[in-house]
């Protein structure tokens, strides 16, 4: 018996129902890319792993997926190397190539390659599958759609601002509602010199971001074990406990940074930002979250994550300013700030609350039976006009028996179903079945086509 086929841990199939539902998603998506003046672009599944290695921190390299080289990759390997069943030092040997991590790394290659094409500020947006060796679990997969948008070349903190009202945008039609939460990655690096760890960032940052997961007292033990003091820790701690409302979370981060020029300047930067987005109408509530550290090295200074409010899942969206992801092309001095949709927790998050409205599943909206060749033949030309009206319309491919053409309707949820029979040639008429009331009537073409496009 031959073996059932399945698929690898931490990806999925999607059926035409869901299709429809994502598309929904991703429609909506780019229509709001395109209402803010961004312009699409697509980058190769696989990049070479040079472009790709360092710069997502050394847990991001980890969660590379590395593309094997063709043919004889054995070749370059000795003997020794090989029996030594070093798993990372063979993969440096015989992959060159690995799958994108995310779609901001080969962004920053691109604008580099394509540099003398571009007119900056470059508003781009991209809509592609990225993939991560990652632990697949509830909200996380393996393979997995991200819906980038970033503004790169002007380092104005009004393109924050602009980010924050898409991400607003983009969930108020998606009527989800979220909360967004922003911090300064100079507020943290601040936070680490004052607190006496100033080369300890990447593994105070690191720590930090996992405070929804492991708990205050897991970042304690995970900063202890990194080698940060405990009188460090200690100073830490009431930062991480911070309380109030925005202007209250501004003034006591500004206290404890006094003195130190870079927390300084992400508390101004954070301020502006705040500042500016209270004045705009947004559906969406924005929460300094002085917690906030996005694991990814490249980040530089505002920073930001999207959680759904009644649907328990992961950040659903992320970004933040990145002033040197170019400079390690050879392209120093281009500053960028972007942002990520994670469209298959949006997904997730849709589903769990059922918010697809009706029309976004996308069905054929009448079919034609099939009861011989002279009907099909005159059934196609009515199919030309609906289709030419902009209807979605088939024929069934056979004459098959009455019942399994209705059950074929019924199984797709087509609506309405055409019968054309001999009379209704004869009479230049469409004998129109309602599948959901069974009500049945006698139309032209014409009245047909108005009926299915209100």
């Known amino acids: 018996m031959a073996t059932k086929p399945s698929i690898p841990k931490g990806t999925r199939d999607f059926s035409p129902t869901e299709m429809s539902k994502r598309n929904y998603i991703f429609n909506t998506i780019r229509e709001s890319f395109h209402l803010f003046g961004f312009q699409q672009i697509e980058t190769p599944a696989m990049e070479n792993l040079s472009t790709l290695m360092g710069k997502y921190g050394e847990e991001g390299d980890k969660l590379l997926f590395k593309i094997q080289n063709s043919g004889d990759y054995f070749s370059g390997l000795t003997d020794e190397e090989l029996l030594s069943r070093n798993a990372a030092k063979l993969a440096s040997k015989f992959c060159e190539k690995g799958l994108r991590y995310d779609l901001t790394v080969p962004f920053a290659r691109y604008v580099v390659m394509h540099r003398d094409e571009l007119t900056f500020p470059f508003k781009r947006y991209q809509i592609q599958p990225v993939w991560r060796a990652d632990r697949p679990q509830k909200g996380r997969y393996r393979e997995f759609y991200q819906c980038d948008a970033d503004i790169i070349g002007h380092n104005s903190l009004l393109n924050e601002v602009e980010l924050l009202q898409l991400i607003d945008h983009v969930f108020d039609k998606l009527n989800i509602r979220v909360s967004i939460k922003l911090n300064n990655r100079k507020i943290l690096a601040g936070i680490a010199e004052v607190i006496g760890e100033p080369d300890k960032i990447i593994d105070i940052t690191i720590a930090i971001d996992k405070l929804d997961k492991i708990g205050l007292d897991g970042v304690v033990s995970e900063l202890i074990g990194k080698g940060i003091s405990q009188e460090s820790v200690e100073k830490l701690l009431p930062i991480l406990q911070a309380q109030g409302d925005n202007n209250q979370k501004l003034t006591t981060i500004a206290q404890v940074l006094t003195g130190n020029a870079t927390g300084e300047k992400g508390v101004e930067e954070t301020t502006f930002i705040l500042d500016t987005i209270s004045r705009m109408p947004m559906k969406s509530n924005v929460e300094l979250d002085l917690t906030l550290a996005r694991g990814l090295n490249y980040y530089t200074g505002a920073i930001l994550e999207v959680k759904a409010l009644d ?36 997904y997730d998050v849709m589903n769990q609350l059922e918010l697809y409205p009706q029309d976004s599943i996308q069905n054929t909206q009448v079919l034609f039976v099939n009861f011989g060749n002279d009907e099909a033949m005159h059934s196609l030309k009515q199919l030309t006009l609906l289709r030419a009206a902009g209807i979605s319309a088939e024929l069934y491919p056979g004459s098959d028996k009455m019942k399994k053409q209705m059950s074929y309707a019924n199984s797709h949820s087509i609506p309405y179903v055409a019968l054309i029979g001999e009379t209704e040639m004869q009479n230049n008429t469409i004998a129109v079945k309602n599948m959901n009331s069974g009500e049945q009537q006698i139309m032209s073409t014409e009245e047909l086509i108005a009926m299915l496009s209100k």
């Open 311 to 346: 649907v328990a899942i992961g950040s659903i969206s992320g970004g933040g300013r990145y002033d040197n992801l170019t400079g390690v092309f050879g392209m120093e001095g281009v500053s960028g700030v972007g942002i990520s949709f994670g469209a298959d927790r949006i």
